[in-house]
């Protein structure tokens, strides 16, 4: 009995290797881009799909978004200095066909992409621009691989930059300006406020000048503060209005009999 099977026995292993060969399962986020004798024929999955061994031929592609790290590049900014930028760059296939098709690698192409992108459009920029404005950066990095690799059936969702590298004596110059620039805050600051207090001291001698009274009391108001104090010695003007009726009376009489002369 035995023996008359084993004619059957290799036909059967060939057919089965065949048919474990043309069944393929694939995820659901995977599809599959079927040639027949070469030419394109269609786009399968997820599920079970059938592969006609040596009559079709099977491409995987992934549809997760993909993350791509772009290697550190030196850009020469607007103003002639030179820094090392390295950024990520997110992105994922939106048509397998064109990304089988039309580009011979993509992910090979997006990163070569995105690393002559990032120099150029960095390269338009000040060194300032690039430490402050990365939103919009990123943005217009963004926007010009999307357009370009639109044809290769990718979207690209996301471009990060990740680091500006300086060396010493860029960071040293850098440190240098920000410390300048804080004295010219600084120094404006002391100005506007001095111009304030200025315009608010003439209109308060203003107001004072209206009553005289004002004036003596603020004279007690600066006496009283001025008491408070430790120091043993007070200097303090006395206005000669105070004292002219004191000054009248104990000076001596002028020869001609007018009134007395006071020196101011």
């Known amino acids: 009995m035995i023996g008359e099977l084993i004619p059957y026995l290799a036909p059967t292993l060939v057919l089965l290797l065949i048919l474990g060969s043309a069944i393929k399962i694939l995820p659901e986020y995977e599809r599959g881009?079927?040639?027949?004798?070469?030419?394109?024929?269609?786009?399968?999955?997820?599920?079970?799909?059938?592969?006609?061994?040596?009559?079709?031929?099977?491409?995987?592609v992934d549809l997760r978004v993909i993350v791509l790290d772009v290697p550190s590049q030196d850009v020469i900014s607007r103003d002639n200095v030179t820094v090392r930028v390295n950024a990520v760059l997110y992105f994922r296939v939106v048509d397998p066909e064109r990304a089988i098709i039309r580009v011979e690698d993509?992910?090979?192409?997006?990163?070569?992409?995105?690393?002559?992108?990032?120099?150029?459009?960095?390269?338009?920029h000040d060194l300032d621009e690039m430490l402050s404005e990365r939103d919009k950066l990123n943005s217009d990095i963004q926007e010009?691989?999307?357009?370009?690799?639109?044809?290769?059936g990718i979207k690209v969702a996301n471009v990060e930059i990740k680091h500006v590298d300086l060396n010493e004596s860029m960071i040293r110059a850098i440190a240098r300006q920000a410390e300048a620039e804080r004295e010219r805050r600084a120094k404006v600051i002391h100005a506007e406020g001095e111009l304030q207090a200025s315009k608010k001291l003439v209109e308060a001698a203003n107001v004072m000048s209206a009553n005289s009274g004002a004036m003596q009391l603020r004279y007690l108001q600066t006496l009283a503060d001025m008491s408070n104090s430790t120091a043993?010695?007070?200097?303090?003007p006395l206005p000669l209005d105070l004292v002219k009726t004191f000054l009248e009376k104990h000076s001596p009489a002028s020869p001609a009999g007018g009134q007395p002369s006071i020196d101011e």
């Open 33 to 60: 881009v079927v040639f027949f004798l070469g030419r394109f024929q269609g786009v399968k999955g997820p599920g079970l799909i059938i592969v006609i061994p040596g009559i079709q031929q099977l491409v995987r």
């Open 106 to 124: 993509f992910n090979s192409a997006t990163s070569q992409l995105a690393q002559t992108t990032l120099r150029s459009v960095l390269g338009k």
């Open 144 to 152: 010009i691989i999307d357009a370009q690799t639109e044809e290769w």
């Open 232 to 236: 043993s010695t007070i200097v303090f």
